[in-house]
């Protein structure tokens, strides 16, 4: 309790930041796990949260998600748009015919939008539909194992990271912070008034709420690694690298040349957030 104490302040200024708004979006499907899977009691999935938690949990990459009960979500203003669930509302893939037909990249993912609810003789109506459309690209289901220490909860699967980039660099999506070693989440947020950068780094704890384990039996099978955290997008210039989280201190100073950030974290235990604050140094920070 005196942890969480002593954290508030950090978690507090964290939570106050602004996040970065997603320039990719996951499409899935509500439809497609009631129609098409297994359902357990009251328990429903929807298609596409496995392709959301893994694009942030493996690749860094944060992601908005949309299905086709959130008429009130937008998709003009997303560089690139994921589709997933074999089985979608004729609605729904209107909408996502409508964002390419606009210019909008989209990816289908697998079989995606294989069997329509409304007509349920018919195969690949959203494949056909979206045949001639050059900003349209199909990516196959992930079928890799996530990297170590293991797999997020609600996605099992991954994609090879180089696939992904390749189509990441095709919609010109960029990611705002990379931790260099897997098994590392990492979120960018800035100060309301933009001038300073905050940067979360938690390293992935894999299992459920049903398989906690004690601290002691935590380091000895996974142990500690620290990363190397990459931030772009910077202007150029001395930038003061500080902890303010689980062992508080400043980190010192880096110079920042074509607007790349790089630093280092501490060794790190699975489940262990850590919280950076990057300043610009000028005069008025002296």
């Not at 309790?1 to 499907?29: C, N």
């Not at 980039?165 to 010109?172: D, K, R, S």
């Not at 910077?234 to 790349?260: I, M, Q, S």
């Amino acid at each position: 309790l005196h942890f969480i104490q002593d954290g508030m302040p950090a978690l507090t200024e964290w939570v106050a930041a602004k996040g970065d708004r997603p320039e990719v979006l996951v499409f899935g499907s509500r439809a497609d796990k009631l129609l098409d899977a297994s359902r357990h009691g009251f328990y429903s999935d929807i298609a596409g949260v496995d392709l959301f938690t893994a694009l942030f949990s493996y690749h860094q990459l944060p992601a908005h998600f949309a299905d086709e009960h959130t008429d009130w979500v937008d998709l003009s203003p997303f560089r690139l748009v994921f589709v997933r669930g074999r089985t979608m509302t004729a609605g729904a893939m209107e909408r996502v015919v409508r964002f390419a037909a606009a210019g909008g990249k989209v990816v289908l993912v697998g079989e995606a939008g294989r069997y329509c609810v409304e007509r349920p003789g018919e195969r690949h109506l959203l494949r056909q539909r979206l045949a001639d459309f050059p900003n349209v690209k199909r990516l196959g289901e992930p079928s890799r194992q996530p990297p170590a220490p293991g797999p997020a909860y609600s996605s099992s699967l991954d994609f090879d990271d180089q696939e992904l980039g390749e189509v990441l660099a095709w919609a010109g999506v960029t990611r705002r912070v990379r931790a260099a070693s897997q098994g590392f989440e990492c979120l960018r947020k800035q100060s309301r008034d933009g001038r300073q950068v905050y940067v979360a780094v938690f390293r992935r704890y894999p299992g459920r709420y049903d398989s906690i384990w004690y601290d002691k039996q935590v380091h000895e099978r996974w142990g500690q690694t620290a990363t190397t955290v990459t931030v772009p997008g910077l202007p150029a210039g001395r930038w003061r690298v500080e902890k303010f989280h689980r062992d508080a201190r400043n980190l010192g100073v880096v110079t920042v040349r074509d607007g790349v950030l790089t630093f280092q974290t501490d060794p790190a235990t699975v489940a262990e957030l850590q919280l950076f604050r990057l300043t610009p140094e000028n005069r008025s920070n002296r």
